[in-house]
């Protein structure tokens, strides 16, 4: 799994997208990971093997102080 910055992945986010095509990538802030990006056909063949149906999800937009702020309404499928 290639691992590469927090800031690196918001500055080349294009290149994320090819990496992640290819193989899952491990996001790090301060060295530690803290999210995987992956292609969406390994994450739906992850959610048929676990035979477990994905629920939406709603994650809160952060405001500039770090606070949700609650207008971003993304859907996971």
Not at 6 to 26: H, Q, S, W
Not at 34 to 56: C, F, I, N, T
Not at 71 to 77: C, E, I
């Amino acid at each position: 799994m290639q691992r590469i910055s927090a800031r690196d992945a918001k500055n080349g986010f294009g290149y994320l997208i090819d990496l992640a095509r290819a193989e899952p990538v491990a996001i790090e802030k301060y060295g530690r990971p803290v999210v995987v990006v992956m292609a969406v056909e390994e994450y739906e063949r992850l959610v048929s093997v676990s035979g477990k149906d994905s629920e939406p999800v709603t994650p809160k937009k952060q405001s500039q102080k770090g606070k949700p702020s609650g207008d971003l309404d993304v859907r996971a499928t």
